[in-house]
């Protein structure tokens, strides 16, 4: 029996597809974004979350697939206006007029609203006060990028979009966009964001959805998908298979062994700690690589993201 809209996850996106002329760009893409919590949909460069989160919006059609926005199914029925007033959109390049002043553009946002946000806090908050009465056209890009937060959310919708929220933004303006993104989550708003900011998703996400090559490669939560802690034996490319074999021959079953291009990684079971550096220390010496390095290793998503795809978060447009 379909769930009532009001029990529906915020968003729904099931087997999605879109290509743009013969370059297939999503492959089926699926995946849910919960109610009240902050989802990061992750990738590199191009790979296609702006078409993502674009087509989530009602603003790209795409060629299959489905995507359900507060229970509503947005290709089949339209992203009709009771709907748009309960979501809040921040575009990737602002999309705001340029010849308006700042706190013009935000007051005429606030009035197509029934219970908007006070414009004049919301631009203080986000440190735009100072060039309230400044014309778009002449905001720096850091500054429109935060006039664009700023006309997501003032009308208090319950699901925001927002894609690549803090690029450009410097690390003050940066810090209090993800305060208010906290703020706003603790209060109930749902939000999906996309980013190639492993830090940003890693902060601020209950839920990562990491996409390459127009499918969804892993989800969870930013704990699940880096793992745990592990040792790392750094060797020269050319002794990486012997020092491999022999780590995996010596340590025993309760360690997982994996050889990467310069370096081998070892989860013991539970974290490691002195002791697990001190055991991979002298199973080295007594195999012969005395002179391998030995370091613990916090993991982060790019490792996982490295593991997972083979390449590169930070890497060219495909
Ligand atoms: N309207 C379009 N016509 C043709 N190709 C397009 C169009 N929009 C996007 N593309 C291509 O589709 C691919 C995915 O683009 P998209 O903007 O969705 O990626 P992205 O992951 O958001 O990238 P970025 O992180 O750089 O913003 C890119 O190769 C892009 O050049």
Redesign the pocket.
């Given at each position: 029996m379909p769930r009532p809209a009001s029990d529906a996850p915020a968003l729904q996106v099931a087997d999605l597809r879109k290509s743009?002329?013969d370059?297939e760009?999503l492959r089926g893409l699926s995946f849910d974004a919960d109610r009240g919590r902050l989802t990061a949909v992750l990738?590199?460069?191009?790979?296609?979350?702006?078409?993502?989160i674009e087509c989530c919006e009602g603003l790209r059609r795409p060629g299959g697939g489905t995507v359900e926005v507060l229970g509503h199914a947005v290709h089949r029925d339209g992203f009709d206006a009771a709907l748009r007033a309960r979501v809040g959109v921040m575009l990737?390049d602002g999309g705001l007029p340029l010849a308006p002043r700042a706190a013009s553009v935000l007051a005429h946002v606030a009035r197509l609203h029934r219970d908007p946000l006070d414009p004049a806090s919301l631009l203080s908050r986000l440190g735009l006060t100072d060039v309230a009465r400044t014309t778009v056209r002449r905001l720096s890009g850091g500054q429109r990028q935060r006039l664009a937060l700023a006309a997501a959310l003032v009308g208090r919708p319950e699901l925001v979009f927002l894609d690549?929220p803090s690029a450009g933004l410097d690390v003050r303006a940066r810090l209090a966009v993800w305060d208010l993104l906290r703020e706003l989550r603790a209060d109930g708003v749902s939000l999906v964001l996309?980013t190639?900011l492993m830090a940003e998703a890693e902060e601020l996400a209950d839920h990562v959805v990491v996409i390459d090559a127009g499918r969804v490669v892993a989800e969870g939560t930013p704990r699940e998908l880096v793992g745990p802690d592990e040792v790392r034996v750094t060797v020269s490319p050319d002794d990486l298979s012997a020092v491999s074999a022999a780590l995996d021959e010596r340590l025993g079953r309760s360690w997982q062994v994996h050889p990467h291009r310069a370096w081998v990684s070892l989860v013991p079971a539970g974290s490691p700690d002195a002791g697990s550096l001190a055991r991979v220390a002298q199973v080295l010496a007594e195999a012969g690589h005395p002179d391998a390095g030995v370091t613990s290793h916090r993991r982060t998503l790019e490792d996982a993201f490295l593991e997972l795809t083979g390449h590169s978060f930070e890497g060219a447009?495909r």
């Open positions: 743009y002329g370059r760009v990738g590199p460069n191009g790979v296609g979350k702006t078409t993502t990737q690549e996309t190639h447009d």
